[in-house]
């Protein structure tokens, strides 16, 4: 009894433990990627399972496994939200996706655009960089890849993102240019 | 632009820049804990000891489907007219809000192992709140060769995502008289029929 009654105030110390390096990064992620109104109930779920899987915890990263349970966790809930969203529009209920911010400038929109047109895959790997400020060894341990992969898809998007804000940079707003000519024979 | 310029620009767009966050200390953080570390570390059922008092479901997603399915109940019904070796009294399994816990964890055949009734079978008939299933076979908890889900009248059956549809085959499992969803039930794709075959043959 005594024995059962110690192991269970450890398992509460190591949750402690764990929830103090990831209970404020963890609202943050959700915030950043989920309705404001949702990042309560997510949380919940983030931390039950954090609860439950303790023992599987990486002690030298603790976070990035939790920003794994929370990305699966969200996957969830937007696979569901995916249904209720159309299931209202059947109905005909008015129904709005969630909003960002405000973009305050031309340019926080065209680099707000350029995030939307990245495939799924590769804006989370961007935004945990810039966002969470997580290093590729960091990050692939969330998305479950390597860190080598991690880093070339990193570099990738880097690339693509930068010459995209490049461009919109030269381009007077309202005007498209066509640099394909100008791109060959380069 | 170099990295770090780019990292810049993408922080001055950061959704949660100036966004406070509740530290664990506070009273309301620290009720949250005390109720998640109240919950049952073993549980294979996916939600917590004490429904409904411990936490709100999250199925908000589904929030509106679920609703009505749970104001009709999805029952499940063993056997029918057709089912070839249907024995013993029916199946009646609800549609509970509360199982929007599993939601949350990626399907683990150890959990499923625990589900007592399984089975794999395709949609003959699908008609507005009725789902008719053949069984193909039974992981557990049956013999019947027909299986029929009824949910809210007017209401095409929903479970967490997917829609059946005649033709197609489905891995069905339920426990505690609920139907399980949120991963643990669905179109029988390889990688889903792989977990049950882990979960009731190994």
Not at chain 1, 33 to 55: F, H, K, M, Q, T
Not at chain 2, 121 to 137: F, K, N, P, R
Not at chain 2, 157 to 175: P, R
């Amino acid at each position: 009894m005594e024995a059962t009654r110690a192991r269970t105030a450890s398992r509460q110390d190591a949750f402690r433990a764990v929830v103090g390096e990831v209970y404020e990064p963890l609202q943050r992620y959700l915030r950043r990627r989920s309705a404001p109104e949702d990042v309560d109930d997510l949380l919940d779920e983030v931390l039950l399972v954090v609860w439950r899987r303790l023992e599987d915890v990486p002690a030298d990263g603790a976070l990035p496994w939790a920003y794994g349970v929370a990305r699966r966790c969200l996957a969830n809930h937007r696979r569901a939200g995916q249904r209720r969203t159309r299931l209202l529009q059947r109905v005909g209920a008015g129904f709005r996706e969630p909003t960002g911010p405000d973009w305050t400038s031309e340019a926080d929109a065209a680099l707000h655009r350029a995030l939307d047109r990245l495939p799924e895959r590769d804006r989370e790997v961007i935004r945990l960089w810039a966002w969470e400020r997580l290093e590729p060894r960091e990050i692939a341990a969330v998305l479950d890849t390597t860190p080598n992969a991690v880093s070339v898809r990193l570099g990738r998007i880097q690339r693509r993102l930068a010459d995209e804000l490049s461009r919109q940079d030269r381009v007077p707003s309202g005007q498209e240019r066509d640099g394909s000519c100008e791109e060959h024979g380069r | 632009m170099t990295a770090d310029e780019l990292r810049d620009r993408l922080a001055a767009i950061d959704p949660a820049h100036d966004v406070a966050t509740e530290p664990p200390t506070t009273s309301s953080s620290r009720s949250r804990l005390e109720r998640i570390m109240h919950t049952d570390p073993n549980v294979t059922t996916d939600r917590p000891s004490t429904p409904g008092a411990a936490r709100r479901p999250l199925l908000l997603a589904a929030a509106a489907a679920v609703a009505v399915a749970v104001a009709g109940g999805v029952v499940l019904t063993r056997g029918g007219d057709e089912s070839p070796v249907a024995s013993g009294p029916p199946v009646e399994l609800t549609l509970g809000a509360s199982d929007a816990m599993a939601s949350c964890l990626p399907v683990d055949a150890e959990i499923l192992a625990d589900m007592p009734v399984a089975f794999a079978g395709t949609a003959t008939a699908v008609e507005g709140d009725t789902v008719t299933l053949t069984v193909e076979e039974w992981y557990a908890g049956g013999d019947a060769g027909t299986v029929v889900i009824h949910a809210q009248s007017g209401m095409e059956a929903l479970i967490d995502g997917f829609t059946f549809a005649e033709g197609e085959a489905y891995l069905v499992s339920a426990a505690e008289g609920t139907v399980s969803f949120c991963g643990f039930s669905g179109p029988a794709t390889d990688e889903l029929r792989a977990v049950y075959d882990e979960a009731f043959r190994s």
